[in-house]
């Protein structure tokens, strides 16, 4: 099965690498109006954990990573069209992997900047797998609430 996976958790710490994902997180909820700052597509494995796809920030980029997903950090959304979407996830993050992440596309959210053929943020990712038009205007809790309307293609 797969979901979009939205991340609503907080990140923990004062350390210096923890400051800027705290801030980043806030920030993202603040200007988008929601309670999610990061979002990926997770395929569910027979262990409990998920493989995960999106552009992350903390990983430089376009990633595939297998994690658990616990609930009090992470919404799922089921998604319909299961193979269909596969087969866009498979296509995508074959010709993305390792794009690094689009710093200037995910202020877009504000500014409306246009999308870089070779830089990606989380949600305009996945949006493309979706098959949304103009990607790049989704934030993760626009992504939200297209899926929950049962607006993905």
Do not use: I
């Amino acid at each position: 099965m797969m979901y979009l996976a939205l991340y609503k958790g907080r990140k923990r710490g004062w350390k210096p690498r923890d400051v800027p994902a705290r801030l980043g997180d806030w920030l993202t909820r603040t200007v988008t109006r929601g309670p999610y700052s990061h979002c990926e597509l997770a395929v569910s494995r027979t262990d409990g954990q998920f493989d995960c796809y999106t552009a992350s920030v903390r990983d430089g980029g376009v990633r595939h990573k297998t994690m658990p997903l616990p609930a009090d950090k992470w919404d799922l959304l089921p998604l319909s069209d299961h193979a269909d979407l596969q087969q866009s996830l498979a296509k995508l993050y074959a010709q993305t992997q390792g794009q690094p992440y689009d710093w200037p596309g995910a202020a877009g959210f504000v500014l409306r900047t246009h999308h870089r053929k070779d830089k990606w943020f989380c949600s305009e990712w996945c949006g493309q797998v979706l098959g949304l038009p103009e990607s790049w205007r989704f934030s993760p809790n626009d992504l939200a609430a297209v899926v929950k309307r049962g607006g993905q293609v």
